[in-house]
Protein backbone atom coordinates (compact mmCIF):
# COMPACT_ATOMS: atom_id res chain seq x y z
CA UNK A 1 0.00 0.00 0.00
CA UNK A 2 1.25 3.44 -0.80
CA UNK A 3 0.08 6.68 1.07
CA UNK A 4 -0.06 10.16 -0.98
CA UNK A 5 -0.36 13.49 0.36
CA UNK A 6 -0.40 16.75 -1.57
CA UNK A 7 0.03 20.04 -0.42
CA UNK A 8 0.53 23.73 -2.39
CA UNK A 9 -2.96 24.22 -3.43
CA UNK A 10 -4.41 27.61 -3.02
CA UNK A 11 -6.05 30.86 -4.78
CA UNK A 12 -3.99 32.62 -7.17
CA UNK A 13 -4.49 35.01 -10.16
CA UNK A 14 -4.62 34.37 -13.89
CA UNK A 15 -0.83 34.36 -14.86
CA UNK A 16 0.67 33.37 -11.57
CA UNK A 17 2.32 30.47 -10.68
CA UNK A 18 2.12 27.57 -8.06
CA UNK A 19 4.03 24.45 -7.51
CA UNK A 20 2.01 21.36 -5.98
CA UNK A 21 4.07 18.45 -4.03
CA UNK A 22 3.15 15.22 -3.27
CA UNK A 23 5.02 12.66 -0.91
CA UNK A 24 4.47 9.23 -0.91
CA UNK A 25 5.21 6.90 1.56
CA UNK A 26 4.63 2.76 2.24
CA UNK A 27 5.36 0.36 -0.16
CA UNK A 28 7.06 2.03 -2.65
CA UNK A 29 9.01 0.59 -5.27
CA UNK A 30 11.73 2.18 -7.33
CA UNK A 31 10.53 1.22 -10.76
CA UNK A 32 7.35 3.53 -11.02
CA UNK A 33 5.42 6.33 -11.98
CA UNK A 34 4.12 9.33 -10.63
CA UNK A 35 1.06 11.01 -12.25
CA UNK A 36 -0.63 14.39 -11.68
CA UNK A 37 -4.95 14.66 -12.17
CA UNK A 38 -7.20 17.09 -11.71
CA UNK A 39 -10.72 17.11 -11.87
CA UNK A 40 -13.48 20.71 -12.17
CA UNK A 41 -16.68 21.27 -11.00
CA UNK A 42 -19.00 18.96 -13.02
CA UNK A 43 -16.29 17.21 -15.12
CA UNK A 44 -14.31 13.98 -15.44
CA UNK A 45 -10.94 14.06 -14.27
CA UNK A 46 -8.14 14.31 -16.56
CA UNK A 47 -4.70 13.74 -16.45
CA UNK A 48 -2.17 16.41 -16.58
CA UNK A 49 1.35 15.42 -16.15
CA UNK A 50 3.36 11.96 -14.99
CA UNK A 51 7.16 11.15 -14.26
CA UNK A 52 8.69 7.95 -14.68
CA UNK A 53 11.51 6.91 -12.54
CA UNK A 54 14.15 7.54 -14.64
CA UNK A 55 12.74 11.24 -15.54
CA UNK A 56 10.96 10.51 -18.39
CA UNK A 57 7.55 12.68 -18.31
CA UNK A 58 4.27 13.16 -20.32
CA UNK A 59 2.01 16.19 -20.56
CA UNK A 60 -1.38 17.23 -21.42
CA UNK A 61 -1.51 19.58 -23.96
CA UNK A 62 -3.77 21.78 -22.30
CA UNK A 63 -0.69 22.48 -19.94
CA UNK A 64 2.34 21.40 -22.21
CA UNK A 65 4.65 24.72 -21.81
CA UNK A 66 3.19 25.75 -18.88
CA UNK A 67 3.52 23.12 -16.01
CA UNK A 68 6.46 21.31 -15.26
CA UNK A 69 6.89 17.84 -13.38
CA UNK A 70 9.43 16.55 -11.48
CA UNK A 71 10.53 14.18 -8.72
CA UNK A 72 13.29 13.80 -6.11
CA UNK A 73 13.28 10.05 -5.95
CA UNK A 74 15.36 10.46 -2.69
CA UNK A 75 12.03 12.01 -0.86
CA UNK A 76 9.86 9.90 -2.64
CA UNK A 77 8.14 13.41 -4.10
CA UNK A 78 6.69 14.35 -7.04
CA UNK A 79 6.25 18.30 -7.57
CA UNK A 80 4.04 19.87 -10.47
CA UNK A 81 5.37 23.67 -11.29
CA UNK A 82 2.61 25.46 -12.53
CA UNK A 83 3.42 28.93 -14.49
CA UNK A 84 1.00 31.08 -16.47
CA UNK A 85 -2.06 30.10 -14.32
CA UNK A 86 -5.60 30.14 -16.31
CA UNK A 87 -9.20 30.55 -15.22
CA UNK A 88 -9.20 27.11 -16.37
CA UNK A 89 -7.00 25.45 -14.70
CA UNK A 90 -9.06 25.91 -11.67
CA UNK A 91 -9.66 22.13 -9.88
CA UNK A 92 -8.40 19.69 -7.51
CA UNK A 93 -5.39 18.32 -8.40
CA UNK A 94 -4.59 14.83 -7.42
CA UNK A 95 -1.33 12.89 -7.86
CA UNK A 96 -1.30 8.93 -8.42
CA UNK A 97 1.27 6.39 -7.88
CA UNK A 98 1.76 3.14 -9.94
CA UNK A 99 4.26 0.59 -10.54
CA UNK A 100 5.86 0.88 -13.77
CA UNK A 101 4.35 -2.60 -15.63
CA UNK A 102 1.10 -1.89 -14.34
CA UNK A 103 -1.67 -0.24 -16.74
CA UNK A 104 -3.90 1.91 -14.14
CA UNK A 105 -2.71 3.84 -11.50
CA UNK A 106 -3.02 1.78 -8.18
CA UNK A 107 -2.91 4.63 -5.10
CA UNK A 108 -4.55 8.38 -5.14
CA UNK A 109 -4.08 10.74 -2.95
CA UNK A 110 -6.66 13.35 -1.59
CA UNK A 111 -6.25 15.94 -3.53
CA UNK A 112 -5.54 19.78 -2.77
CA UNK A 113 -7.86 22.42 -4.44
CA UNK A 114 -5.94 25.21 -6.97
CA UNK A 115 -8.51 28.64 -7.81
CA UNK A 116 -7.33 30.74 -10.42
CA UNK A 117 -8.76 33.93 -10.46
CA UNK A 118 -9.47 35.96 -13.83
Known amino acids: QVQLVESGGGLVQAGGSLRLSCAAS????????LGWFRQAPGKEREFVAAINWSGGSTYADSVKGRFTISRDNAKNTVYLQMNTLKPEDTAVYYCAYKRAYVFEYESWGQGTQLTVSS
Open 26 to 33: GSIISLNV
